[in-house]
């Protein structure tokens, strides 16, 4: 079983509303990421978390704000999605350097699907 | 020369054959080589994983070849069975980026019982 484990597994949401994805893990690991996976494509980096702090943010859209509460949680909320946004969000983890490197494997949740009506 | 190229695209093979995947890939900066299997309605999971000083690593039915003056590596999966179904993405990560793991764009492979 993954040891990042993500909630919702699976969502709904209309393009007005408002709703957060979920990602916890507690193997002690101080990067944290958010990738979005379309349809038989691989996994595209959104977001990374550096001891709790922003530090890669691959332009992606405001209505996707993420948020690190501790070193255990990352949510990703959402507000105001199109259509285009349904996709497979995976959150992950891994060890972190002294110098900030990501050092050895990275461990994916099973994903939250969304759809975006 | 961020990308990752991955072929083929989708593979067939028989039970008991060898599936081969293979990836190339151009920033000479790239240092950690790792494969994710995938199956349908999950996440991404690390299969095996090679560092540009060794050649080859084995672990049980799968080889990583490694060939760094060609800028190639790929997957070697032995005695493949109908569990190994699934798709797999190999993967790159230069020494200074920290984070940025660039991915092929993943192959579906199918093992007929």
């Known amino acids: 079983d993954t040891e990042v484990t993500q909630t919702p597994k699976h969502l709904v949401m209309g393009m007005t509303n408002k709703k957060s994805l979920k990602c916890e893990q507690h193997?002690?690991?101080?990067?944290m990421y958010w990738y979005k996976q379309k349809a038989k494509k691989p996994p595209e980096l959104m977001f990374v978390?550096?001891?709790?702090?922003?530090?890669i943010n691959e332009s992606v859209p405001s209505r996707f704000s993420p948020e690190c509460p501790n070193s255990s949680l990352l949510n990703l909320h959402l507000h105001a999605l199109q259509p285009e946004d349904s996709a497979l969000y995976l959150c992950?983890?891994?060890?972190?350097?002294?110098?900030?490197?990501?050092?050895?494997?990275?461990?994916f949740g099973e994903g939250s699907r969304l759809t975006v009506l | 020369q961020q990308q990752v190229k991955q072929s083929p695209q989708s593979l067939i093979v028989q039970k008991g054959g060898i599936s081969i995947i293979n990836c190339a890939y151009e920033n000479t900066a790239f240092d950690y080589f790792p494969w994710y299997q995938q199956f349908p309605g999950k996440g991404p999971a690390l299969l095996i994983a090679?560092?540009?000083?060794?050649s080859e690593k084995k672990e049980g039915r799968f080889t990583i070849s490694f060939n760094k003056s060609a800028k190639q590596f790929s997957l070697h999966i032995m005695d493949s069975q109908p569990g190994d179904s699934a798709t797999y993405f190999c993967?790159?990560?230069?020494?200074?980026?920290?984070?940025?793991?660039?991915f092929g764009e993943g192959t579906q492979l199918t093992v007929n019982p």
């Open positions: 193997m002690g690991h101080r990067a």
């Open positions: 993967a790159a990560r230069p020494e200074t980026s920290g984070s940025r793991l660039t």
């Open positions: 978390y550096s001891y709790e702090k922003l530090s």
């Open positions: 992950a983890s891994s060890l972190r350097s002294s110098s900030g490197r990501a050092v050895g494997e990275l461990f």
């Open positions: 090679i560092r540009p000083d060794v």
